[in-house]
T-cell receptor, first 113, second 114 residues
Framework: GENVEQHPSTLSVQEGDSAVIKCTYSDSASNYFPWYKQELGKRPQLIIDIRSNVGEKKDQRIAVTLNKTAKHFSLHITETQPEDSAVYFC????????????FGRGTSLIVHP | NAGVTQTPKFQVLKTGQSMTLQCAQDMNHEYMSWYRQDPGMGLRLIHYSVGAGITDQGEVPNGYNVSRSTTEDFPLRLLSAAPSQTSVYFCASNWAGDGATEAFFGQGTRLTVV
Protein backbone atom coordinates (compact mmCIF):
# COMPACT_ATOMS: atom_id res chain seq x y z
CA GLY A 1 0.00 0.00 0.00
CA GLU A 2 0.84 3.66 -0.12
CA ASN A 3 3.22 5.18 2.41
CA VAL A 4 3.44 8.95 2.89
CA GLU A 5 6.30 10.54 4.80
CA GLN A 6 5.99 14.16 5.95
CA HIS A 7 8.66 16.53 7.27
CA PRO A 8 9.21 18.41 9.45
CA SER A 9 6.92 17.39 12.30
CA THR A 10 7.15 20.90 13.80
CA LEU A 11 7.95 24.16 12.05
CA SER A 12 8.33 27.47 13.84
CA VAL A 13 8.59 30.71 11.83
CA GLN A 14 8.29 34.45 12.35
CA GLU A 15 5.34 36.29 10.88
CA GLY A 16 6.11 37.26 7.32
CA ASP A 17 8.56 34.42 6.73
CA SER A 18 7.93 31.57 4.30
CA ALA A 19 7.20 28.00 5.38
CA VAL A 20 7.83 24.82 3.42
CA ILE A 21 6.49 21.37 4.26
CA LYS A 22 7.70 18.35 2.31
CA CYS A 23 6.15 14.95 1.64
CA THR A 24 7.24 11.83 -0.18
CA TYR A 25 5.07 8.97 -1.37
CA SER A 26 5.80 5.41 -2.37
CA ASP A 27 3.08 4.32 -4.82
CA SER A 28 3.81 5.42 -8.38
CA ALA A 29 0.08 4.95 -9.15
CA SER A 30 -0.83 7.88 -6.87
CA ASN A 31 -2.15 10.76 -8.94
CA TYR A 32 -3.92 13.11 -6.52
CA PHE A 33 -2.20 14.99 -3.69
CA PRO A 34 -4.35 17.10 -1.33
CA TRP A 35 -3.23 19.23 1.59
CA TYR A 36 -5.39 19.69 4.66
CA LYS A 37 -5.22 22.29 7.42
CA GLN A 38 -6.44 21.44 10.90
CA GLU A 39 -6.85 24.25 13.39
CA LEU A 40 -6.81 23.41 17.08
CA GLY A 41 -9.91 21.44 18.05
CA LYS A 42 -11.32 21.54 14.52
CA ARG A 43 -11.70 19.10 11.67
CA PRO A 44 -9.17 18.86 8.80
CA GLN A 45 -10.17 20.95 5.80
CA LEU A 46 -8.80 20.96 2.27
CA ILE A 47 -6.71 24.02 1.44
CA ILE A 48 -5.16 23.06 -1.89
CA ASP A 49 -4.59 20.00 -4.05
CA ILE A 50 -2.61 19.00 -7.11
CA ARG A 51 -2.94 16.27 -9.71
CA SER A 52 -0.14 14.29 -11.25
CA ASN A 53 -0.46 16.01 -14.64
CA VAL A 54 0.44 19.37 -13.07
CA GLY A 55 3.81 20.40 -11.63
CA GLU A 56 2.74 23.44 -9.62
CA LYS A 57 -0.43 25.11 -8.40
CA LYS A 58 -0.88 28.42 -6.61
CA ASP A 59 -3.69 29.96 -4.60
CA GLN A 60 -2.83 33.36 -3.17
CA ARG A 61 -0.16 32.79 -0.50
CA ILE A 62 -0.05 29.02 -0.79
CA ALA A 63 1.44 26.86 -3.52
CA VAL A 64 2.08 23.18 -4.05
CA THR A 65 4.76 21.61 -6.21
CA LEU A 66 4.95 18.02 -7.40
CA ASN A 67 7.92 16.03 -8.67
CA LYS A 68 6.54 12.73 -9.97
CA THR A 69 9.95 11.34 -10.86
CA ALA A 70 11.24 11.78 -7.33
CA LYS A 71 7.82 11.03 -5.78
CA HIS A 72 7.75 14.12 -3.61
CA PHE A 73 5.49 17.12 -3.24
CA SER A 74 5.69 20.26 -1.13
CA LEU A 75 3.49 22.95 0.36
CA HIS A 76 4.80 26.51 0.31
CA ILE A 77 3.24 29.29 2.39
CA THR A 78 4.55 32.81 1.81
CA GLU A 79 4.14 35.87 4.04
CA THR A 80 2.98 33.72 6.92
CA GLN A 81 0.45 35.12 9.38
CA PRO A 82 -0.48 34.02 12.93
CA GLU A 83 -3.74 32.56 11.59
CA ASP A 84 -1.67 30.14 9.50
CA SER A 85 -0.73 28.38 12.76
CA ALA A 86 -2.24 24.88 12.52
CA VAL A 87 -1.41 21.27 11.77
CA TYR A 88 -0.99 20.58 8.05
CA PHE A 89 -1.43 17.12 6.54
CA CYS A 90 -0.36 15.98 3.13
CA UNK A 91 -2.02 12.98 1.49
CA UNK A 92 -1.72 10.82 -1.60
CA UNK A 93 -4.42 8.91 -3.42
CA UNK A 94 -4.15 6.48 -6.29
CA UNK A 95 -6.41 6.19 -9.28
CA UNK A 96 -8.72 3.24 -9.00
CA UNK A 97 -8.78 0.93 -6.03
CA UNK A 98 -10.22 2.37 -2.86
CA UNK A 99 -9.94 6.12 -3.62
CA UNK A 100 -9.15 6.55 0.07
CA UNK A 101 -6.24 8.94 0.70
CA UNK A 102 -3.21 7.99 2.78
CA PHE A 103 -2.11 10.79 5.10
CA GLY A 104 1.25 11.91 6.34
CA ARG A 105 1.80 12.34 10.08
CA GLY A 106 1.27 16.07 10.01
CA THR A 107 3.32 19.22 10.54
CA SER A 108 2.56 21.59 13.37
CA LEU A 109 3.21 25.09 12.02
CA ILE A 110 3.66 27.86 14.57
CA VAL A 111 3.79 31.44 13.32
CA HIS A 112 5.14 33.88 15.90
CA PRO A 113 3.83 37.45 15.72
CA ASN B 1 -26.65 20.71 3.45
CA ALA B 2 -25.04 19.58 6.71
CA GLY B 3 -22.05 17.72 5.16
CA VAL B 4 -20.65 15.04 7.48
CA THR B 5 -22.18 14.85 10.94
CA GLN B 6 -20.60 12.90 13.79
CA THR B 7 -21.98 12.19 17.23
CA PRO B 8 -21.15 12.37 20.05
CA LYS B 9 -18.49 15.08 20.23
CA PHE B 10 -17.08 13.83 23.55
CA GLN B 11 -17.34 10.46 25.29
CA VAL B 12 -15.80 8.82 28.33
CA LEU B 13 -15.96 5.04 28.57
CA LYS B 14 -14.85 2.53 31.14
CA THR B 15 -12.59 -0.31 30.04
CA GLY B 16 -14.67 -3.12 28.62
CA GLN B 17 -17.68 -1.01 27.70
CA SER B 18 -18.97 -0.91 24.16
CA MET B 19 -20.31 2.02 22.19
CA THR B 20 -21.15 3.21 18.70
CA LEU B 21 -19.88 6.39 17.09
CA GLN B 22 -22.39 7.70 14.58
CA CYS B 23 -21.53 9.23 11.21
CA ALA B 24 -23.93 10.49 8.58
CA GLN B 25 -23.40 12.39 5.32
CA ASP B 26 -25.93 14.07 3.07
CA MET B 27 -23.77 14.53 -0.04
CA ASN B 28 -24.54 11.11 -1.57
CA HIS B 29 -20.85 10.17 -1.42
CA GLU B 30 -20.00 6.56 -2.21
CA TYR B 31 -16.90 6.46 -0.03
CA MET B 32 -16.90 6.77 3.74
CA SER B 33 -14.06 6.15 6.15
CA TRP B 34 -13.07 6.28 9.80
CA TYR B 35 -9.74 7.62 11.05
CA ARG B 36 -8.20 7.93 14.45
CA GLN B 37 -5.86 10.79 15.27
CA ASP B 38 -3.19 10.40 17.91
CA PRO B 39 -0.38 12.89 18.70
CA GLY B 40 2.47 12.51 16.23
CA MET B 41 0.72 9.71 14.35
CA GLY B 42 -1.38 11.65 11.88
CA LEU B 43 -4.66 10.28 10.60
CA ARG B 44 -4.70 6.49 10.56
CA LEU B 45 -7.39 4.65 8.63
CA ILE B 46 -9.50 2.23 10.70
CA HIS B 47 -12.17 1.00 8.25
CA TYR B 48 -13.68 2.26 5.06
CA SER B 49 -16.62 1.60 2.78
CA VAL B 50 -16.93 1.95 -0.98
CA GLY B 51 -20.70 1.73 -0.97
CA ALA B 52 -23.71 0.35 0.88
CA GLY B 53 -23.05 -3.22 1.98
CA ILE B 54 -19.29 -3.06 1.28
CA THR B 55 -16.65 -2.44 3.94
CA ASP B 56 -12.95 -3.12 4.25
CA GLN B 57 -10.19 -2.82 6.83
CA GLY B 58 -7.70 -0.03 6.98
CA GLU B 59 -4.39 0.28 8.78
CA VAL B 60 -5.62 -0.14 12.39
CA PRO B 61 -8.88 -2.16 12.38
CA ASN B 62 -8.48 -4.28 15.52
CA GLY B 63 -11.11 -3.65 18.18
CA TYR B 64 -13.50 -1.88 15.80
CA ASN B 65 -16.43 -2.99 13.65
CA VAL B 66 -18.33 -1.14 10.94
CA SER B 67 -21.34 -1.66 8.74
CA ARG B 68 -22.87 0.30 5.87
CA SER B 69 -26.53 -0.44 5.43
CA THR B 70 -27.30 2.86 3.68
CA THR B 71 -25.32 5.34 1.59
CA GLU B 72 -25.75 8.00 4.29
CA ASP B 73 -24.68 6.20 7.47
CA PHE B 74 -21.43 4.57 8.54
CA PRO B 75 -21.32 3.79 12.28
CA LEU B 76 -18.16 2.69 14.08
CA ARG B 77 -18.53 0.21 16.92
CA LEU B 78 -16.06 -0.30 19.74
CA LEU B 79 -16.64 -3.82 20.93
CA SER B 80 -14.81 -3.76 24.28
CA ALA B 81 -13.13 -0.42 24.92
CA ALA B 82 -9.47 -0.36 25.95
CA PRO B 83 -7.31 2.58 27.13
CA SER B 84 -5.32 2.25 23.87
CA GLN B 85 -8.46 3.37 22.03
CA THR B 86 -8.34 6.77 23.69
CA SER B 87 -8.10 9.05 20.67
CA VAL B 88 -9.88 11.56 18.47
CA TYR B 89 -11.99 9.86 15.81
CA PHE B 90 -12.92 11.40 12.47
CA CYS B 91 -15.38 10.19 9.93
CA ALA B 92 -14.91 11.31 6.32
CA SER B 93 -16.66 10.92 3.00
CA ASN B 94 -15.76 11.54 -0.64
CA TRP B 95 -16.82 10.80 -4.17
CA ALA B 96 -15.19 7.99 -6.07
CA GLY B 97 -13.48 8.38 -9.42
CA ASP B 98 -10.56 10.36 -10.77
CA GLY B 99 -12.64 13.50 -11.10
CA ALA B 100 -13.64 13.27 -7.48
CA THR B 101 -11.38 14.94 -5.05
CA GLU B 102 -11.90 16.38 -1.61
CA ALA B 103 -12.56 14.28 1.48
CA PHE B 104 -15.00 15.97 3.85
CA PHE B 105 -14.54 15.36 7.55
CA GLY B 106 -16.96 15.30 10.46
CA GLN B 107 -16.27 17.46 13.51
CA GLY B 108 -14.60 14.60 15.38
CA THR B 109 -15.28 12.59 18.53
CA ARG B 110 -12.88 12.84 21.45
CA LEU B 111 -12.99 9.46 23.20
CA THR B 112 -11.38 8.74 26.56
CA VAL B 113 -11.25 5.19 27.91
CA VAL B 114 -10.50 4.94 31.62
Amino acid sequence: GENVEQHPSTLSVQEGDSAVIKCTYSDSASNYFPWYKQELGKRPQLIIDIRSNVGEKKDQRIAVTLNKTAKHFSLHITETQPEDSAVYFCAARASGGSYIPTFGRGTSLIVHP
Amino acid sequence: NAGVTQTPKFQVLKTGQSMTLQCAQDMNHEYMSWYRQDPGMGLRLIHYSVGAGITDQGEVPNGYNVSRSTTEDFPLRLLSAAPSQTSVYFCASNWAGDGATEAFFGQGTRLTVV
